[in-house]
Structure formats: C-alpha cells, structure tokens
C-alpha cells in the first residue's frame, strides 16, 4: 500500500545549526506535501506545503525541496531556535483522489541544544 | 480555538466498555477525519467523512465507528472489539473545495483503566 518513510526520528543540533528532515513516498500520484510540527500535547499545525509543481518552497527560516523523480521532499530549518523543538510530520496525498487522505510519516523529534 | 474542537481531553475507560470521542467544528469544512496517533507510528487514519451522512473506512478502522449526521460533528466511538484502544486521537477537517492542509482539533488521549 502507500507509505511514507520519514527519516531521521530523533535529531538533536545546537542551536543556530540547520536541520534537516527527510521523507520518501511510494504513491507516484502523490500531488500535495505538508509539514506539520506538533509540540508536545498539543496539535499539529501546519507549518509549510509544496505542490508538485513546484521544486522548492521557503517561508523565513523554513524551507521544503521536492524531487519528484525520485520520490523525495525534505523540510531544511535555517538558524535553529529552541522553540523549534517539537516533533514534526511529513504527509503526502493525491488531490485527484477527491478523498484527500493523508499518509503521514512517522514523524521526527527535534531537540535544539541551548 | 481553531474553529475545531475535541473533547473531552483525557479520557479513561474500563476494559469491555464502549467510549465516544466528540469533535466538532465551526469552520463549515465538508471533510472530516479520524486519526489516531501511537509513539513511533506517526498519525494513521480510522475514518472519513467527505459530506453529511457519508464516511469511509481508513486503514484502522477496525474496533471504531463513527457517525456524520450533522456537518460540524463527527463522533468516533471505540467499541470494546477495539483491543490496544489507548492512544491520542485526532479529529481534522478541511474545506473539500480547496488544497489546504488540515486544521486539526488538539486531541483525546484515551486510556484503558
């Protein structure tokens, strides 16, 4: 069935360093990408999308790349904050279905060392 | 609070019983869906729901039901067939006409006492 991989599921930087979380999917049909970022208890919010026809997407220090050949789209976080300490979850779906089900990742824990 | 709200926020249940987790929403979103959430496993989908009185299975479907008879509410129940129903689980919605992510509601966890 249709998966996606999300790598890594912890990752820990110090604060002002970059990070970068990976995800591949398996549904070539795939069409939409958001990013979710839930701290703990609470919600995921989104926090950035990518559409396919796009490769690249940024809003501040937040950006997502997507490589539709192979399949992959990763969200990179620029001069990183405590406050981006949360865990965050990479979906795909196919807006032609008309369903719009998620397939989420298993999600990845970020710490930013203070 | 973000036009989506679940409740209650924690709840407890005795083994064999059957639990309704309510979630209900002012944003006038024509989808609904169910997500439950386990540590290490990310969010997989219960149920959905695209107009009133419709809903499909999701992959886990197993255990739950659910109901659409009004278009701001879409109650999840966990029946006592649900074996491992301890986790946290999350209502979303969207507006069907538009490519917008989710607005979810901030969650129920669950737990069998």
């Known amino acids: 069935g249709e998966n996606v991989e999300q790598h890594p599921s912890t990752l820990s930087v110090q604060e002002g360093d970059s990070a970068v979380i990976k995800c591949t999917y398996s549904?070539?049909?795939?069409?939409?990408f958001p990013w979710y970022k839930q701290e703990l208890g609470k919600r995921p919010q989104l926090i950035i999308d990518?559409?396919?026809?796009?490769g690249e997407k940024k809003d501040q220090r937040i950006a997502v790349t997507l490589n539709k050949t192979a399949k992959h789209f990763s969200l990179h976080i620029t001069e990183t904050q405590p406050e981006d300490s949360a865990v965050y979850f990479c979906?795909?779906?196919?807006?032609?279905?008309?369903?719009?089900?998620?397939?989420f990742g298993t999600g990845t824990r970020l710490k930013v060392l203070a | 609070d973000g036009g989506i709200t679940q409740s209650p926020k924690y709840l407890f249940r005795k083994e064999g019983q059957n639990v309704t987790l309510s979630c209900e929403q002012n944003?006038?979103?024509?989808?609904m869906y169910w997500y439950r959430q386990d540590p290490g496993q990310g969010l997989r989908l219960i149920y959905y729901?695209?107009?009133?009185?419709?809903?499909q299975k999701g992959d886990i479907a197993e255990g739950y039901s659910v109901s659409r008879e009004k278009k701001e509410s879409f109650p999840l129940t966990v029946t006592s067939a649900q074996k491992n129903p301890t986790a946290f689980y999350l209502c979303?919605?969207?507006?069907?006409?538009?490519?917008?992510?989710?607005?979810f509601g901030s969650g129920t966890r669950l737990t069998v006492v």
């Open positions: 979303a919605s969207r507006q069907s006409q538009a490519i917008y992510g989710y607005t």
């Open positions: 549904d070539s049909a795939s069409n939409y």
């Open positions: 990518i559409r396919s026809n796009v």
């Open positions: 979906a795909a779906t196919r807006t032609t279905s008309g369903t719009y089900k998620y397939i």
């Open positions: 944003l006038n979103h024509d989808a």
């Open positions: 729901s695209q107009i009133v009185n419709d809903f």
